[in-house]
Every structure is written in C-alpha cells, then in structure tokens.
C-alpha cells in the first residue's frame, strides 16, 4: 500500500465547513420553509442561524475562489484540451462506475494533486462551483433582505420567482449530498476517501477503486 498526497489543508477545512454548513443550511431551511410539519427550534432562530450560515458559506466560497485562482492547483477543475481524449475518458469512468465497479476492476482515474478529480467529477464540480452556488447563495442574498434588494427581486420576476429558485436549488443540492455520500464509499476501502479527507493522503491499495 502506498499513500499519495491528494488533499492539501485549505482544501480540507473548506471542505469541512462547507459540509457542515450545508447540513445546516438544510436543517434549518426545512424548519422555515415547513414550519408546520417541522418545530424543532423555533422559528426565528432559524431564520438567524440560516441567514448567518449563509453568510459564512458565501465567505467560505469566496475562499475557495481565490485558492484556486492564485495557486497552481487550479488544474484540479481544468478539463483535457483534447476533446476527443476527454469523451474518451468520460466514457471510460462511465462503463467503470456503470459496470467495472461491480466487477471488482481498477478505477480508470487515479488522482493526483494537480489531477484530483475524473472527467465525470470536473464536470459536475465546475456546474456546482461556477452556476450552481452562485445562484444558491444569490437567490439567498435577495430573499435575506426583500425590501433592500426589491429592484433585483421585481427584475427576476418577484419573489415567488426567487423563492422558486432557492428552494428548487436546494432539492438540488440535497440530491447532490445524497449521490456524493455514496460515491465516497465507492473507495478501496468503505471509508478510504472519508480518511482522505481528514488526513490529505489517499491510500492506494494492489486493487483499487
């Protein structure tokens, strides 16, 4: 068994106060959105501790911008300049994760620090990262202060429409959450890439997945 070095520290605490912030986003935006079905803290506190999470996430993400940005590793989110090669690729961890997998054979992609993520995950990453938050946390930011941003809100059809969004977003990146739970347990062991995550290393195992 080897240990490869995928993860570096600021890629980790942003990835953990990411998640623990989106759990408590969905918490308490089920508390809001259904406080007749859910009452487990009352209403007003969760509409503080939502919007203050919010806040927070928003930072977090700016965070995360610059990081790549102003770093080397930003080729973790670069697709292959090939398009052929790239379809290629993607269709490889396609039949793996459809197929191979079950079959006990290797996976397609081993990861790197400069290239972490398969054809698949830079997909998915950059339509999360570049469209996905930015609509989430802005559609937040207009319904946080309704009469502030009342010209915003009128431009994009009113705050039904807003609201439609935000909460659409948020079914969204429930099933996001969902899928990336078990994904994380497609590693060599259970909880391989859970380890990853804390530690930075990845370890490779003779077979792995």
């Known amino acids: 068994m080897e240990k490869v070095y995928i993860h570096p520290l600021p890629v980790r605490i942003w990835?953990?106060?990411n998640a623990l912030g989106f759990l408590m986003l969905i918490a308490t935006g089920v508390?809001?959105?259904?406080?007749?079905?859910v009452?487990?803290?009352?209403?007003?506190?969760?509409?503080?501790?939502h919007?203050?999470?919010?806040?927070?996430?928003?930072?977090?993400?700016?965070l995360w911008l610059c990081f790549y940005l102003f770093t080397d590793k930003i080729t973790v989110y670069l697709p292959?300049?090939?398009?052929?090669?790239?379809?290629?690729?993607?269709?490889?961890?396609?039949?793996?994760y459809g197929h191979g997998i079950f079959l006990g054979e290797d996976n397609p992609h081993q990861a790197t620090i400069y290239h972490k993520f398969n054809p698949l995950q830079i997909m998915m990453y950059q339509i999360i990262m570049l469209l996905g938050l930015p609509i989430m946390f802005g559609s937040g930011l207009l319904l946080?202060?309704?009469k502030r941003f009342s010209a915003v809100i009128d431009f994009f059809g009113g705050v039904r429409v807003v609201d439609t969004v935000h909460v659409l977003m948020f079914i969204g990146f429930s099933g996001?959450?969902?899928?990336?739970?078990?994904?994380?347990?497609?590693?060599?062991?259970?909880?391989?890439?859970f380890k990853a995550m804390l530690t930075g290393f990845e370890e490779r195992h003779g077979n792995s997945k």
């Open 15 to 17: 990835h953990w106060v």
């Open 31 to 37: 508390q809001i959105r259904y406080l007749d079905l």
């Open 39 to 49: 009452q487990l803290i009352p209403f007003r506190t969760a509409v503080v501790v």
């Open 51 to 62: 919007n203050y999470i919010g806040f927070v996430l928003i930072a977090n993400f700016f």
């Open 80 to 96: 292959e300049m090939d398009p052929k090669k790239y379809f290629e690729d993607a269709w490889r961890q396609i039949k793996f």
């Open 144 to 146: 946080w202060d309704i």
């Open 176 to 193: 996001f959450l969902l899928m990336h739970l078990y994904l994380i347990t497609l590693g060599p062991t259970r909880f391989a890439h």
